[in-house]
């Protein structure tokens, strides 16, 4: 069986606003009565579970006009010391918390974490290992820009420790590169992706953007085609959400610019034949991975997770974010720092953290939340697994929520049974929608209009 079916008119029907459900509840939720003691609480509650660590690294060179990340343009490199400077004491602060705690997984993000230099970067991974313990087997990824580096940088990383990494191309079109503001050269991305196979890193992942200004099928078809050639392990294809008014640089793409949303489906739904006869498997949303990939197999055996930083095969880990606008998942609850650097620094300087809002789950959170992670992951939900660990009757308990899947099975986007919820072929793109009928919380329109579109 076909992983996807596309449907159109079924696409077009549910092609509404939605959460993308890296988090449940979603950050819109986070509030400031959430105190340091919560995150102490929290950090104390699961003490035996492995820790994966995000660090967020805001600095860029340029803008890209698309983006819609925390992020500090400048070219004054002695930024990033001040910066590290601050992040070492929190990370001194928050390390003491997690001293039984094993580290699996390290991830920095940004910004752009290839921003830092040698010896910035060397500075950073001397610092987390210093404080925390770090299993020799750890995943650790970092997020590389290929505009500003040179080939020896990857030398570095992973002398430093790095096993993966993923690089934003978002489009081979020259054209569509200049009306973005992000020109860079397809040879040193082949190169680079060359060089990381010789040095070892275990995965590489190229991330793209369909619905940018000046792309058509055939455009897009064209970067795809050269994707392929370089056969990175996983894909990230994401859909550009136009949003201006949130963040100020996309002013700058203007409207008439813009593909149509027939071009934008269309798109989409060659990128998904194309990279399913290259031999790639859809993950679910944006992701595509090879078969023999851990994230693929992971899914497989329907122990597939997510979490801030999208689909992670580490199921039972707390999630500790460190550095400006960072988001922790621990125990049950989510904690977000400081989203402007001003405020980062001024309150580390006050108190060696930076906590600004978060959210403690109740019961019923984590029951919902536990519920759209098996869907949004594997595909499938089995009552018993989540009657066992709630104690509760699924079918009378979720009786209003079954009610607004009803319609949804009605058009063949799941198969609902007396014991499991089945997604189909035709509703795993639509699977965000199908998650939307157990959220308490996106139901009041007004919240909805603050999430991108499903497709």
């Known amino acids: 069986m076909s992983d996807i079916i596309w449907d159109l008119a079924l696409i077009q029907k549910y092609n509404q606003s939605g959460p993308r459900y890296t988090s449940y509840p979603t950050a819109l939720e986070f509030n400031e009565n959430y105190t340091d003691e919560d995150f102490k609480a929290a950090a104390a509650r699961y003490p035996g579970r492995p820790l ?192 201006p008014s949130r963040f100020a640089g996309q002013a700058k793409i203007k409207d008439h610019m813009l593909p149509a949303p027939e071009t934008k489906l269309t798109i989409l739904q060659k990128t998904i034949e194309t990279l399913g006869a290259a031999g790639y498997k859809f993950i679910g949303m944006d992701h595509f991975a090879k078969p023999d ?50 405020r980062y620094y001024a309150d580390v300087d006050a108190t060696g953290i930076a906590l600004h809002k978060g959210l403690v789950l109740s019961k019923e959170d984590c029951l919902r939340r536990d519920v759209i992670k098996q869907l949004i992951c594997n595909f499938k939900l089995n009552y018993e697994l989540i009657e066992k660990q709630y104690n509760i009757d699924f079918k009378t308990h979720f009786t209003e929520d079954l009610a607004l899947l009803a319609p949804l099975a009605e058009d063949g986007l799941v198969e609902i049974t007396n014991t499991a919820i089945q997604v189909s072929a035709r509703g795993r793109l639509l699977i965000r929608n199908i998650c939307m009928c157990f959220d308490t919380y996106s139901r009041q329109l007004a919240k909805r209009q603050q999430f991108s579109r499903i497709i």
Request: net charge negative.
């Open 52 to 243: 994966s660590l995000y660090v967020h690294i805001p600095f860029c060179h340029k803008l890209c006009y698309f983006c819609g990340c925390n992020k500090v343009i400048t070219r004054h490199q002695h930024k990033a010391d001040i910066y590290l400077d601050y992040l070492e004491q929190e990370i001194k602060h928050r390390a003491e918390l997690f001293k039984t705690r094993s580290v699996t997984q390290i991830h920095w993000g940004g910004g752009t974490p290839t921003y830092l230099s040698e010896a910035q970067s060397a500075r950073l991974m001397t610092m987390l290992r210093n404080h925390f313990s770090i299993a020799d087997s750890a995943e650790i990824s970092i997020e590389m820009d290929p505009r500003e580096i040179e080939l020896s940088m990857l030398d570095h990383l992973r002398k430093i420790g790095f096993n993966r990494i993923s690089m934003g191309v978002q489009d081979f079109n020259k054209d569509v590169q200049k009306a973005v503001n992000r020109e860079q050269d397809e040879e040193f991305i082949k190169a680079l992706l060359v060089h990381a196979r010789e040095l070892g890193f275990r995965s590489t992942n190229l991330d793209l953007i369909y619905g940018l200004p000046l792309q058509n099928v055939e455009s897009f078809m064209f970067t795809l085609q050269k994707v392929i050639e370089l056969n990175p392990d996983r894909l990230s294809v994401f859909n550009y959400a136009h949003l």
């Open 293 to 342: 990939d851990e994230l693929a197999i992971a899914q497989q055996n329907g122990i597939l997770h997510r979490n801030f930083q999208g689909y992670t095969t580490q199921e039972e880990c707390d999630l500790l974010g460190l550095g400006v606008s960072a988001i922790s998942l621990l125990g049950d609850t989510y904690a977000q720092n400081q989203k402007e650097l001003k």
